[in-house]
C-alpha cells in the first residue's frame, strides 16, 4: 500500500472526543518503550510524525492519525510504567480500557512485544484482556535489528508456545518488524490494506 498522505488530527485521553468519522482504525499497543510511535512513523515513512523518545512514557494520550484520508493509526501511551503520574499505578490506564471497550471504529489492535525478551507477565495480561473484551488483534514483535534472524525465528516459535500454554487455540496474525530498518512495513500495511477491503 502506498501511503500518500499522513496527518495528525487530535490528541486526547477521552474516547468520546475521538473524531467522529466512521472510519475504520488501528491501535498501536504495547508496553512503554517498546516502539509504538517509531513504528507508526516507519509505516508512514514520516520522520517524526509520532513523538518518540528513549525513555518510557513519552506517548501519554490517545493520537489519532489519519491516512490516505480514509482510515486512521492510533498512537496510545504504554502500559508498564508509573513514573508519569500517581494515577499510572493501575495497571491500564482507564481512559485506554475505554478507548478498547468504546471505540467502534476500531478495526483491530496491533499489541507490540519487544522481540529481545522473553514472553512478560503484564502483555500475557492485557492480551488476555483483549480477548475477553473481543477486540481483534494482530502481534508485532519490535526490534528485530537487536537480534539475529536464527535468534528471531526461536523467540518468535517461543512466543506461540507461550500463548498456547496460556489457553489460545492458535497464534494470532504476527508480523517481525524494525524500525530503523523498515522490516516489516510491507507485511503490515499489505495486512491493513487487506482488512480495509472486507
Ligand atoms: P512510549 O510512547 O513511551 O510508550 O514508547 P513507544 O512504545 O512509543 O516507543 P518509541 O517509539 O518512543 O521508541 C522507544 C525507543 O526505542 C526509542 O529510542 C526508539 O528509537 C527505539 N526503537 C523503537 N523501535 C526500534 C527498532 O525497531 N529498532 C531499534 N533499534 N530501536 C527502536
Ligand atoms: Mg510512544
Redesign the pocket.
Known amino acids: 500500500m502506498k501511503i500518500n498522505t499522513a496527518e495528525f488530527v487530535i490528541s486526547n485521553s477521552d474516547v468520546s472526543k475521538c473524531p467522529r468519522e466512521p472510519l475504520p482504525e488501528y491501535a498501536f499497543i504495547?508496553?512503554?518503550?517498546?516502539?509504538?510511535?517509531?513504528?507508526i512513523?516507519?509505516l508512514t515513512d514520516r520522520k517524526s510524525l509520532?513523538?518518540?523518545?528513549?525513555?518510557?512514557?513519552?506517548?501519554q494520550l490517545i493520537n489519532h492519525f489519519k491516512i490516505n484520508e480514509n482510515w486512521f493509526l492510533v498512537?496510545l501511551?504504554?502500559y508498564g510504567?508509573a513514573r508519569v503520574s500517581k494515577q499510572t499505578k493501575q495497571t491500564f490506564q482507564a481512559f485506554i480500557m475505554d478507548y478498547f471497550e468504546q471505540r467502534e471504529q476500531l478495526v483491530c489492535a496491533f499489541v507490540?512485544i519487544d522481540i529481545r525478551l522473553e514472553a512478560q507477565k503484564i502483555d500475557l495480561e492485557f492480551i488476555t484482556y483483549l480477548g475477553e473484551t473481543e477486540v481483534p488483534f494482530c502481534i508485532v514483535f519490535?526490534?528485530?535489528?537487536?537480534i539475529s534472524r536464527g535468534k528471531v525465528d526461536q523467540h518468535v516459535a517461543a512466543y506461540r508456545q507461550k500463548l498456547l500454554a496460556n489457553n489460545w487455540a492458535e497464534m494470532p496474525p504476527h508480523f517481525v518488524?524494525?524500525?530503523?530498518?523498515s522490516t516489516g512495513r510491507e507485511q503490515l500495511l499489505g495486512y491493513i490494506d487487506e482488512v480495509n477491503q472486507t
Do not use: F, H
Not at 177 to 181: D, L
Open positions: 504495547g508496553r512503554s518503550n517498546v516502539g509504538k510511535s517509531s513504528l512513523n516507519m509520532a513523538k518518540t523518545s528513549g525513555r518510557p512514557g513519552k506517548t498512537d501511551p504504554g510504567y507490540l519490535t526490534k528485530a535489528d537487536k518488524t524494525s524500525a530503523t530498518e
